[in-house]
């Protein structure tokens, strides 16, 4: 019987987390699913579809329903009475025709709500009391109009001066798209799983939306024009005219909003909505001077600002995801110790490798993606990787991926995995022969003395520009002492303005659900306890054997993830090397076969 259970609960079938109704089990003498699974659809797995993945009260793992609760409330406090936040979750790209590419959550939603599907909007309201109040008075003296919603939050109790009301839009029911597509969210679920006060269909937002603006307007109207000239001093020839109060100055509702969202769900239908009832009232008011019923205000500072610092649980997932990462580059490493030169015939050089197929940038990328998510538990990669052989190190974001490996050559590899939302970014150079030349130790060894000093410098209060301005200083010095520059007289004047042509990006960047993560908090933020961020010099000597010798065409780039603490910073992707000799005994075990990580060494 524990058999059958783990047998149904992955079955396919009810793999998504849809139960309509208990299970009964009429061939064995148990007669219901140990589990006891919910009688809703949340359109993703939970605590009782995957008890193997999910814990009691976790939305997505390690991530609780209180702290998606939490987020909101911390959010949307920010924001002034009566504000709406107005939220799209991505939406179904396609590559092709009907072909969709696989589906990713944008980050600010999954941020909120913890949803992994599309076709979701959340509505987030900032409703006072006072305004709640108003508006259920004006409802008890005027019955509303047949078909017309409630406001949110009108039969909910309150604490305090105001309440967060959460609302969300899902699409209705289609039996036809869940033939093709499989089910998604339901009304239940989206309350009992998700927490949403109310949950309505995407089809009835324009409604609402009408409902809130009007409700608004009502507590706030707009003054005619007939009211603004019967009320101006120059409007009047009496002398008592200046003691009337001018006209209160109109507050247009603050609506949070992003336009410029990517593959947001419904984004050109919530333009429509939204330049409808701005005509709508300029109708009725019949003036041009009718001020905006409110005002679009960008939530992506707040988001960012609030992204910025991870909580412990979101420190601990960052944390995971660095590990498969890691584990997925010690594999490739693992690969590239059996590449081999060898002679075939006079003079005559070519590569081996056991299996032979695994002796590609094409090869290594593979593995990694089949470690990082077969046996790491990762969905996805952060980014497509960079597994770049000689001088293709030169290349950022090479990702043509296609060239034998050659021993000679040192191969750097920039990749990392998506694990429940939150990225890794890991770069490694290491000797795809074992052993680093004298020329790639040397400017191996730059990189690594900045990535040093770097990781010590990085903790509360310092920047990331903080940090690039010395990783530029001992770049530069050790590009003094190679002789790159053979014309400079200090390694100052590299420093000023010459250490481009051989490092040209920023040292790093913040890391969370999205690689580049919490992009609007620029370089020169602070860092925080909890803030993550990576930390990437590197070097790339352009291949002109002319000016620069044997050092031509080596790329080197060292990249950890980095954890800022109270007393400094911790490395979350210590699990793979950087130091030279350890890198040297990592590859000559691997290539004895003293250490193998498929075995789990």
Known sequence: ERYLDKCLSTHPLLADGCYQNSLVRTFSSATTITNNPPSYCAGQPTPETHPELLSPGEITVGITADEYAARRKRLVSEIPANGVVLLPSGNTVYMSGIIPYPFRQDADFFYLSGMIQPGVLALTRRQSLVSISNAANSRNRASPSPGSPAIDGDNKGYNGDDDIVFTLFIEAPSEERSRWDGARVDKAAAKAFFGADHVHYVHDLPRWLSNIVGNHLSENPILSPSNVSSSSPSSSSSSNSSSSPP?????????????????????????????????????????????????????????????????????????????????GIRRCMQICAGVESSERGEGEKTQKITPKWQATEAALAATFEYVCRAEGGAQRMSYPPVVASGSDALTIHYGRNDKVLDPKHLLLMDAGCEFHGFCSDVTRTWPIGGRFTIPQRAVYEVVLEAHRQCVAAARPGSSIRQLHALSVKVISEGAFRLGLFPKAKSAAEIASGLYREVYWHSLGHNLGLDTHDAALCGYDRKLEVGAVITIEPGMYVPDDRIRFRNFAGIGVRIEDDVLITEGGCEVLSKDVPVEVDEIEALMAAYKAGTDDERAGN
Do not use: W
């Open 247 to 327: 006209p209160p100055t109109y507050k247009p509702l603050p609506i949070y909003l992003d336009l410029d969202r990517q593959n947001a769900f419904r984004a050109n239908e919530i333009r429509q909505i939204l330049s409808a009832i701005v005509s709508q009232i300029e109708r009725q008011g019949a003036n041009d001077h009718t001020p905006a019923p409110f005002q679009i205000i960008p939530f992506k500072p707040l988001l960012h600002t609030a992204r910025f610092i991870k909580s412990p649980a979101e420190a601990d997932m960052m944390r995971r995801s660095a590990q498969i990462a890691c584990r």
